[in-house]
């Protein structure tokens, strides 16, 4: 039986084919996922992190495995906002899906110089990254603050136009909500959450710490329960979109966020284990909607029922 629930969703006023987007660091610019597939599959791709400038990263190793999960400390390692526009965008731009642009910066004023370049560049949303647990300047400093994650919103919103702004949250935090009311207060147009996780993993042959860094961020299924929570618990504390992200690997997963408040979801670590992740969420999606009865997937959000 052909499947007849309308999969489409209106995140912050960009409308997505599907609720499905791919997170932000674990899918590049596209290039390497277009070689299996059609990326207007896809609702949404989020692309890897851009800084003003080009940054080579943290050294290595960076990205060391965990039972169910992965922890990275890759630093932010991009080409710069200008080879972005400049090279990258024109290739995602071939294809129906929405491009969301992720931004860190040093202060909020390159937060602003960069929401400029990309509205003028045409991306469909931004998403302002103030959650990177692996950068000493910027990243978590503004994400655990909630006076700076809200001058760093004020900021992008001054300088992003008519392009909407997605701030993406940290979950290093003791009340997450404390965040998101600051940056809904602000003028945020949506919220993303969460990034990873801070962690560590020591070799117990050199006693030396896995990641050259010391501490990374996991991801990864073992991060799914904390993410359906923190959703949930900032679902009902602003009145914003969410994209719900961390963990999901499969249709119930992406059902279970949806259900606790996001309006769509993002699929990351997973596609490193399985490139066609995002593509099987989709479905597994839409038969869950299908299976309860429901003429659109939009119907899942928010519809848990706590007891
Ligand atoms: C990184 O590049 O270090 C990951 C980005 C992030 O966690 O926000």
């Not at 294809?95 to 045409?122: H, Q, R, W």
């Not at 009865?293 to 939009?298: H, I, K, P």
């Amino acid at each position: 039986m052909p499947n007849q629930v309308d999969m489409t969703v209106n995140l912050a006023g960009m409308v997505m084919k599907n609720p499905v987007c791919v997170a932000s660091g674990t899918y590049g610019f596209g290039r390497e996922y277009g070689q299996f597939y059609d990326l207007s599959e896809i609702g949404g791709i989020c692309a890897k992190g851009l800084t003003l400038h080009r940054r080579e990263g943290n050294p290595a190793p960076r990205i060391a495995e965990t039972p169910m999960g992965i922890l990275n400390s890759v630093g932010l390692q991009n080409p710069g906002v200008d080879a972005f526009i400049e090279h990258e965008l024109p290739y995602l731009r071939q294809f129906d899906v929405k491009v969301i642009a992720n931004i860190s910066g040093n202060t909020p004023e390159e937060y602003g110089i960069m929401c400029e370049k990309l509205a003028e560049a045409g991306v469909d949303m931004i998403e302002v990254n103030i959650s990177c647990p692996n950068v000493k300047a910027g990243g978590l400093a503004y994400g655990t603050r909630p006076e700076l994650a809200a001058e760093v919103t004020r900021e992008a919103k001054a300088h992003a136009g008519p392009v909407p702004v997605m701030v993406k949250l940290s979950p290093n935090v003791t009340d997450i909500t404390d965040i998101a009311k600051a940056v809904a207060d602000a003028g945020a147009d949506a919220l993303s959450l969460i990034n990873t996780l801070r962690g560590m993993r020591i070799d117990v042959n050199t006693n030396r710490p896995v990641l050259k860094m010391n501490t990374g961020g996991l991801s990864g299924p073992a991060v799914l329960p904390v993410a359906v929570r923190m959703v949930w618990e900032v679902a009902q504390a602003v009145n914003l979109p969410i994209l719900g992200m961390g963990g999901v690997s499969k249709g119930e997963d992406a059902a279970q966020l949806m259900l606790a408040g996001a309006t769509a979801v993002a699929v990351g670590t997973a596609m490193f284990a399985d490139p066609f992740a995002p593509i099987a969420v989709r479905d597994g999606l839409a038969d869950i909607a299908q299976r309860k009865g429901l003429t659109a997937v939009a119907q899942l959000t928010g519809a848990v029922q706590p007891w």
